[in-house]
Nanobody, 123 residues
């Protein structure tokens, strides 16, 4: 089992930046694909970014390319999401997830999930 806890969310003005962290415990995530997803009220859970265990593969949703950066520090068992130029429509709960298996971007491929951190972008 692995426990994931996100932090770094909050209220930011449009155009601002936030850095989310996802700290893992209970098991090393060095062999896991890590992903970030977001879900706004009434909406489905959307893929944001994913990173392979060695960071050799990274993918982003088209809507965040060039503005968001996913990274990981396996020594700290932590994954990050740097978010720049945030938009009001990106207000959502952001959740990190771990997939111990094949590299994936599908939420169904992730085994473990954090509770999420709220990101609110004001206009």
């Amino acid at each position: 089992q692995v426990q994931l806890v996100e932090s770094g969310g909050g209220l930011v003005q449009a155009g601002g930046s936030l850095r989310l962290s996802c700290a893992a415990s209970g098991r090393t995530i060095s062999t896991a694909t890590m992903g970030w997803f977001r879900q706004a009220p009434g909406n489905e859970r959307d893929f944001v970014a994913a990173i392979s265990p060695s960071a050799g593969m990274i993918n982003y949703a088209d809507s965040v390319k060039g503005r968001f950066t996913i990274s990981r520090d396996n020594a700290k068992n932590t994954v990050y999401l740097q978010m720049n130029s945030l938009k009001p429509e990106e207000t959502a709960v952001y959740r990190c997830a771990a997939a111990f298996g094949l590299y994936t971007r599908s939420p169904t491929g992730f085994n473990f999930w954090g509770p999420g951190t709220q990101v609110t972008v004001s206009s």
